[in-house]
Structures are given as structure tokens and as C-alpha cells.
């Protein structure tokens, strides 16, 4: 990879509020960063620009963080994208189906500080590369 590319990351998250806080908090961190609102404009975004990671929110309006994800996952040319899901369902039937469908991490927005999902978000893109 480039040494001088940020990383691109994308935030598919509907409530404005959280989507710029982490938006934010990734640019401090030199991370090129784009929010989509629903995972409908998450998915017209992707077929022009690759991020290099996506933050996906499982509950939102048009397109749920489930289906966003197995749309990815159908892609062969964003199947490889870590998915990191950024959610507060907590509840382990939906952490399962979330793994069950690709996602590299699970992520339940209540336990986290932006930093620590910045941190998060460097693992995972370290352990995929």
C-alpha cells in the first residue's frame, strides 16, 4: 500500500450525530474519511470508490447493516473489504449472524470510545493485510 494513501474508511451510519463524531475522530487520526446515511448511498458510494474498511450500522432506514453486508460479501469486487459492524445489538444471535456474514469484527457502539474503535479499526486493517 502507498505510504503516503490514507486509509479510506466508510461510515455507513444513519444517525448524524454518531457518523460525525466518528468522522471526526478518524480524520484526527489521518484517515481519509466518507459517511453514507443509509446503506443504499453505502452501496452506490462503493461501486465507484473502494474504501479500505467499512463501518456499518446494522439498524437504519432503506437497507439494514445485514443486507448491506451480504450485498458486499457478493461483490467480487468489494468481497474483500473488511466490514467492521458498529452497532448497539448486543444481543448474540445478531454478533453471531454478523460473523456468519462476513464481518471482520463486531463492534457494540455502548462498550467503545471512538479511540478505542480507531484502535480497532488499525488491528483489523493490520491483521487483514
Given at each position: 500500500?502507498?505510504?503516503?494513501?490514507?486509509t479510506?474508511?466508510?461510515?455507513?451510519?444513519d444517525?448524524s450525530?454518531?457518523?460525525?463524531?466518528?468522522?471526526?475522530?478518524?480524520?484526527?487520526?489521518?484517515?481519509?474519511?466518507?459517511?453514507?446515511?443509509d446503506g443504499?448511498?453505502?452501496?452506490?458510494?462503493?461501486?465507484?470508490?473502494?474504501?479500505?474498511?467499512?463501518?456499518?450500522?446494522?439498524?437504519?432506514?432503506?437497507?439494514?447493516?445485514f443486507?448491506v453486508?451480504k450485498?458486499?460479501?457478493?461483490?467480487?469486487?468489494?468481497?474483500?473489504?473488511?466490514?467492521?459492524?458498529?452497532t448497539?445489538?448486543?444481543?448474540?444471535?445478531?454478533?453471531?449472524?454478523?460473523?456468519?456474514?462476513?464481518?471482520?469484527?463486531y463492534?457494540?457502539?455502548?462498550?467503545?470510545?471512538?479511540?478505542?474503535?480507531?484502535?480497532?479499526?488499525?488491528?483489523?486493517l493490520?491483521?487483514?493485510?
Open positions: 500500500m502507498d505510504q503516503n494513501r490514507k479510506k474508511v466508510l461510515i455507513i451510519e444517525d450525530y454518531i457518523s460525525e463524531m466518528y468522522r471526526i475522530k478518524f480524520e484526527s487520526e489521518n484517515f481519509e474519511t466518507v459517511v453514507k446515511n443504499v448511498e453505502g452501496i452506490k458510494f462503493m461501486e465507484k470508490n473502494i474504501p479500505d474498511i467499512i463501518l456499518l450500522d446494522i439498524v437504519m432506514p432503506k437497507m439494514d447493516g443486507s453486508l450485498t458486499i460479501k457478493k461483490n467480487p469486487k468489494l468481497d474483500k473489504i473488511p466490514v467492521i459492524l458498529l448497539n445489538l448486543s444481543q448474540k444471535e445478531n454478533i453471531e449472524r454478523g460473523f456468519d456474514l462476513g464481518a471482520s469484527s463492534i457494540i457502539k455502548a462498550h467503545f470510545t471512538p479511540s478505542e474503535v480507531v484502535e480497532k479499526i488499525k488491528e483489523v493490520k491483521n487483514e493485510a
